[in-house]
């Protein structure tokens, strides 16, 4: 390390007096405009990382569902998997350092984490299409080459594909190729291979699958991209889909502002369809985030009414399909679905109750789900705001392809196949909004089911997400997958107190690792006591937690 250099470069990229930021849910996010010095030093860190694994590294430059103007940062982990916790620590804590320390904050993650500063180290790099990602994935280039990393430019990509080209370098290119292209081929291919299965007479599980593919009205597809990267990257891939997949792009960032009144985080949470595409009834419509790592999808029945189908009816579609195939494989398979707490309380039900499926509950942020995920040989993990995937065990995966190969009954062997297509076709690494698109899509049509058909499975339970601002939001302490508040005094109380009020009742208060905010959620037997509880529990944060400006409305 050259400290010189160093000092130079740090000082091109000052820290603003007093600022502190957290590593939080996905990375470091704030406004863009006090974010440069973040950037940088994650380029030190990414550096540090990948010397210390060592592997590649990514990072990415997003803050993904937040408004236009911010911006943020997610470290990637050699398997494409999120930063590990021990290194979040030191990343708040480079983040953070006044600018004299610096070097001493880098002398001390080296030692804690036993660095070797002449190892070779490359760093993967990517941005989504915020107006201030260029500039500031340049920053982090300036970290990088500071401390003699090596970097390649992803430049524009969605979150996921970045993920997936770390894993494909770590392993050597047996997950897949590096680049663009490898991951649409991958994708696709998969994707063909299962439509194509559900139409072979060899493969005898799907008998509706003919009829559904023949069915024009069912080939299309409806996509609000958030205005985002999603867009750009759904374009090119475009080509690569079959005819029995039209995809129809919505807000595609030529005209309007990221996540503005649409994308997954604003359908979800408003419960209603993005402005900017127009809805006939019945049609099958689905939202992706800023960068294309969650997705809902949603539906007008014929009286109008909207329909929303998020990450836990994706959960449950994609467990059935995963359930039946493994019961014909007779591999004794684990399976389980991780939730969080904001998982409607009708999903669990279904998926324990009628599914027979066992289900965790963990703390918000896919890497959390992703870690619990992985203590099974099939996991399927999804928060009901669409961000998810499914991990294969090591050991299942060898024995789904080694079936394939060598099975001589029929039936086993046409299922691992099926298996083997849909482990192709998932993100292992993470939540990706295209790739979970397209399992979705292979599963309708093999299945034959129609959108209401699927939204059928269950009905959820009325429910309300609502966020209050409040002076400082780590006065809130929770416990128990964040289901409890153990501070501020008295909350917790005050929310038991209130759930008492209403039949089927559930509600929860959390500090955002996103935004600047508390979120509340809050369900009960109808919308109006849901809409109701979220208020009353809103208002109690406000007066117990420190609300800032006037008191929420109802
Ligand atoms: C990120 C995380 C998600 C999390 C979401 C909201 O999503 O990756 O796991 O659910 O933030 O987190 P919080 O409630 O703490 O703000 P994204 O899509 O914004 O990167």
Redesign the pocket.
Known sequence: MDPEALRKYSALHPKPAGLALQY???GFRTAAQHLDHVMFRMGLLAVLRARAVPATIGVMV?????PEEDNGI?LVDPLGEMLHPSWEEYATQLANAEEQDLQKVITEICQKAAVNLHKDALVFLGRDTRPSSEKLSQSVIDGILVLGGQYHDYGLVT?PQLHYMVCCQNTQGQYGKATLEGYYEKLSKAFVELIKQGESSLCPFFPCAKSHSSGESQRHLKVDCANGIGALKLSEMKPYFPQELLIHIYNDGTKEKLNHLCGA?FVKVHQKPPVGLDMKPNERCCSF???A??IVYYYKDATGHFHLIDGDKIATLISIFLKELLAKVRQNFKMAVVQ?AYANGSSTRYLEETLKVPVHCVK????H?HHKAQEFDVGVYF?A?G?GTVLFSKAAETKIRQLVKEEKDDEKREAAKVLENMIDLINQTVGDAISDMLVIEAILALKGLTVQQWDGIYTDLPNRLLKVQVADRRVIDTTDAERRAVTPPGLQEKIDALVKKYKLSRAFV?P????DVV?IYAEADTQENADALAHEVSLAVYHLAGGKGAPPQP
């Not at 918000?364 to 890497?367: E, F, L, P």
């Not at 955002?512 to 935004?515: F, Q, R, V, Y």
């Open positions: 939080g849910t996905a997003t803050a993904s569902h937040n997610k979150t985080d985030d800023g960068d790592d969650r969080t918000t942020g896919v890497k789900l928060e705001n961000h959390r955002s690792g996103t935004e979120r």
